[in-house]
């Protein structure tokens, strides 16, 4: 069984070879109304969500799938204290797959261990957003021709930003890959993205506070 909670738990070639599939599934979509016939999905939000919570529920449904779940902490049982292992284990008698967000980071990775069916991190805390690296990739994909070889700029909240983390993890096992990271001071990339991902892997980036800052050193 396999669990979607940080993307390095994909090869880059599982990646690569998902991202085929999701062109394959867009371009004729009839083709692939019924592969997830009677199994069900359960969307697990602890927290809020509009887009991500929604994608998950049309993609099942376009599959052919149920959806079963709760939008927000508040409506769950862990309003009058159930635990995430407690939850995971009744949702594992319901349910085929779960999707989880929520604002605590590692939670979804608790959840896995206590499952009995594939949980997928649908965001956790300012942690990891892997299904969303998943679209910015095939976007730049589409949108460039390519995922090696580009100079990519994040700018704005890089601390907290699970989306920003998620996604240079995932680009720094392609070749040829710059980053320009742009933000204030106090909102600057984690240390573990520069000393864990970045340098051991010998990627140029830049850290500065405007991009018109970072042009002389790329």
Do not use: W
Request: proline fraction near 6%; hydrophobic fraction near 40%; aromatic fraction near 6%.
């Amino acid at each position: 069984m396999r669990h979607l909670i940080d993307p390095a738990d994909f090869t880059l070639e599982e990646t690569l070879s998902l991202m085929d599939l999701a062109d394959r599934i867009h371009d004729d979509p009839a083709a692939y109304k019924d592969v997830a016939a009677r199994k069900r999905l359960a969307t697990l939000f602890y927290e809020p969500s509009t887009r991500t919570r929604l994608s998950f529920e049309a993609a099942m449904l376009n599959l052919g799938g149920q959806v079963l779940g709760f939008p927000d902490a508040g409506v769950s049982s862990a309003s009058k204290g159930e635990t995430v292992a407690d939850t995971i284990r009744v949702i594992s008698c319901v349910a085929d797959i779960a999707a989880m967000r929520h604002p605590k980071e590692g939670a979804p990775l608790r959840a896995s261990r206590y499952s009995r069916i594939p949980v997928i991190n649908a965001g956790d805390g300012g942690h990891s957003h892997p299904t969303q690296t998943l679209l910015d990739m095939m976007t730049i994909r589409q949108r460039k021709g390519r995922l090696d070889h580009l100079t990519i700029g994040f700018c704005g909240d890089l601390k907290f930003g699970r989306t920003v983390h998620s996604l240079i993890k995932s680009l720094s096992r392609l070749p040829g890959m710059k980053f320009v990271l742009i933000s204030p001071e106090e909102l600057r990339v984690p240390d573990y993205i520069i000393s864990e991902i970045l340098e051991p892997n010998n990627i140029p980036y830049v850290e500065t506070r405007s991009m018109e800052e970072a042009l002389p050193d790329l």
